[in-house]
């Protein structure tokens, strides 16, 4: 596996809370859930900024939320 770039990852969809806008999203037989508040509304977003805009307005955040994300996460490529 090889790191890809923020650039790279940006591009890929992902999934998102749509109740707490957690990235934190887990599946446990076949459930797909937030570990974050425990919700099944579930989304898959393509735009990381568009959800970047609607996390920094649902929590009143900088564009830092976007450097913790990946500072909190590897992503890799198979």
């Not at 037989?29 to 970047?52: E, K, Q, R, Y």
Request: charged share 35%.
């Amino acid at each position: 596996m090889s790191k890809i770039t923020i650039e790279e990852a940006e591009k890929e969809p992902f999934y998102y809370c749509k109740r707490c806008l957690s990235l934190d999203i887990r599946e446990d037989d076949g459930i797909t859930f937030c570990n974050n508040c425990g919700s099944l509304n579930i989304d898959v977003g393509s735009d990381m900024d568009a959800w970047v805009d609607m996390y920094n307005e649902a929590y009143k955040e900088d564009d830092n939320c976007k450097r913790y994300l990946y500072s909190n996460k590897t992503f890799f490529k198979k």
